[in-house]
T-cell receptor, first 116, second 109 residues
Framework: NAGVMQNPRHLVRRRGQEARLRCSPM?????VYWYRQLPEEGLKFMVYLQKENIIDESGMPKERFSAEFPKEGPSILRIQQVVRGDSAAYFCASSETTGYINQPQHFGDGTRLSIL | GIQVEQSPPDLILQEGANSTLRCNFSDSVNNLQWFHQNPWGQLINLFYIPSGTKQNGRLSATTVATERYSLLYISSSQTTDSGVYFC???????????FGGGTRVLVKP
């Protein structure tokens, strides 16, 4: 499967725990994006990363959320001390090197995070 | 930031019917994509169409960038077409997709 791979598909955490969401981009893609979809809403941009660099984090909550895309391995979205309001579907997307023209973004199947 | 509006918000179709979904955006874009989110929550790429017309089976899309809108056509709808259809754009100055609110489609047998 050459698509964007996200794991886990479902994640249950208790309030105060940490959640780690993983994303492996499509082969050959060096750009990764994270989006959040709250229940009954559209997707909202969170962060855009290239290898070892955060390019745009304008959609990330100021506290408890962080993201990385290391030189080796998947991109990680980390949520510390989760609260009920963090319950959502988190989608990762990837694209090829953009140059001056934005390439299409390809999405994974998402991680459904539920906070008890 | 850019505003993306989709209409109608909800659409109920009888199997076999045709329909048109609309996406209006408030500024110049250099990327426009249409997605189908199926009842299992998966987001399926339908079209990458910053301008022009494309067709894929029973679906086609047209973007008129100068007039800031895009249309998605569904012909001979099937129950498997049910779900939410999202339009998303990248504003000329950025890299992030801004999504519209979606059109929820229900195709009845």
């Amino acid at each position: 499967n050459a698509g964007v791979m996200q794991n886990p598909r479902h994640l249950v955490r208790r309030r105060g725990q940490e959640a780690r969401l993983r994303c492996s981009p499509m082969k050959g893609h060096s750009h990764v994006y994270w989006y959040r979809q709250l229940p009954e809403e559209g997707l909202k941009f969170m962060v855009y990363l290239q290898k070892e660099n955060i390019i745009d984090e304008s959609g990330m909550p100021k506290e408890r959320f962080s993201a990385e895309f290391p030189k080796e391995g998947p991109s990680i979205l980390r949520i510390q001390q989760v609260v009920r309001g963090d319950s959502a579907a988190y989608f990762c997307a990837s694209s090829e090197t953009t140059g001056y023209i934005n390439q299409p973004q390809h999405f994974g199947d998402g991680t459904r995070l539920s906070i008890l | 930031g850019i505003q993306v509006e989709q209409s109608p918000p909800d659409l109920i179709l009888q199997e076999g019917a045709n329909s048109t979904l609309r996406c209006n955006f408030s500024d110049s874009v250099n990327n426009l994509q249409w997605f189908h989110q199926n009842p299992w929550g998966q987001l399926i790429n339908l079209f990458y169409i910053p301008s022009g017309t494309k067709q894929n089976g029973r679906l086609s899309a047209t973007t008129v960038a100068t007039e800031r809108y895009s249309l998605l056509y569904i012909s001979s709808s099937q129950t498997t077409d049910s779900g939410v259809y999202f339009c998303a754009v990248i504003w000329a100055a950025g890299n992030k997709l801004t999504f519209g609110g979606g059109t929820r489609v229900l195709v009845k047998p």
